[in-house]
């Protein structure tokens, strides 16, 4: 600490609000103009910290935290999936790890609804269509898509995000099924009236697979070309968690070849690059990984960050620690 003000080393620009908040309790670096610094400037910078925020952005480890130096406390990741940390490997060197659960649910929720609807209804393809000027005329074969009511949505990891997302379905009439590593609790599977079932069969199943699940060693690729042809010819995939849940190279191979009807992507697999046989398809929907990208949600998570890397400065609690 530089006398009694500890220094806070904030990876990437995150909002004033959050700023602020650290900027009462301690001397802030942040980069101005906002980039992303390669890994030498970063570890330079990190020199000293004792608490650092960051983001997806950085890759987050015992080589980080070595830079950093013995006295940091705090990583406070600015997302609720933490797949760019090293969380053993920090907390082997006694620094806490959080993250922002909760304050994302409803935006990420609504992203991957907005892409259900889009892949479905064919928006993207559509406003190409517009875009490309493309001569058009109302007609009643013209463009049709497929109806999601009735249909049954099979969410795969149903934790807040998963159980947000099951909620929409439920509002625009859909069934739900979910499998995961455990079942829900009887009393949300009955608001749901979401039936748990094995991979396999909610794979055969469900019209819509939704991906809710964390990246793990366990979950990487779990969407493979087997899983993508035990799958309805005429069923979608959902993936905004993370790229790697989905291999994405037999995504690519799958949409194409009509082993299922279409996905709606948030995220990739070697972000911010897209696989280009999907950049060539029509029946893929896509977004830039913006599933907490409001205005609103991003403040709230960067406050929490804040929050938790504050209260850890002071010797309190972390308000959400991510245990090893
Ligand atoms: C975003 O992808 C997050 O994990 O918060």
């Not at 969410?155 to 829900?184: D, E, H, K, W």
């Not at 609790?185 to 469900?206: G, I, K, S």
């Not at 993936?239 to 299922?260: K, M, Q, S, W, Y």
Request: contains cysteine.
């Amino acid at each position: 600490m530089t006398g009694s003000r500890p220094r806070i080393v904030v990876c990437r620009w995150i909002p004033d609000e959050a700023l602020a908040l650290l900027r009462e309790a301690g001397d802030v670096w942040v980069p101005d103009p906002d980039r992303a610094l390669p890994p030498g400037e970063l570890h330079e910078v990190l020199a000293g910290a004792d608490a650092a925020v960051t983001t997806l952005s950085e890759r987050v480890d015992g080589t980080f935290a070595d830079a950093a130096g013995p006295q940091l406390k705090v990583v406070a990741n600015v997302a609720v999936g933490y797949d760019n940390v090293d969380v053993p490997a920090l907390a082997e060197r006694g620094v806490t790890v959080t993250n922002t659960p909760g304050v994302l649910t409803d935006a990420t929720a609504d992203i991957a609804f907005g892409l259900l609807l889009s892949a479905t209804r064919r928006l993207g393809e559509g406003e190409r269509l517009l875009r490309a000027r493309t001569p058009w005329s109302f007609h009643l074969g013209f463009m049709l898509g497929t109806g999601i009511q009735g249909a049954t949505l099979g969410v795969i990891g149903l934790g807040q995000i998963g159980r947000a997302m099951a909620t929409r379905a439920r509002a625009f009439g859909m069934n739900i099924v979910y499998s995961g590593r455990r079942q829900a609790p009887a009393d949300v599977e009955a608001q749901l009236e979401a039936t748990y079932l094995p991979q396999d069969e909610l794979l055969r199943t469900a019209d819509i697979v939704s991906l809710h699940c964390p990246l793990t060693p366990e979950t990487r690729h779990l969407i493979d070309a087997d899983a993508l042809a035990a799958m309805k010819p005429t069923a979608f995939l959902i993936n905004t968690t993370r790229g790697p849940v989905v291999d994405e190279a037999a995504l690519a191979a799958a949409l194409r070849d009509g082993v299922i009807a279409g996905a709606g992507l948030d995220v990739f697999e070697q972000e911010p690059d897209v696989h280009p046989g999907l950049l060539e398809l029509d029946n893929v929907a896509m977004a830039p990984h913006l599933g907490s990208a409001t205005v609103e949600t991003r403040t709230a998570m960067a406050t929490l960050a804040a929050r938790n890397a504050l209260a850890v400065l002071a010797g309190e609690p972390a308000l959400t620690e991510v245990t090893p």
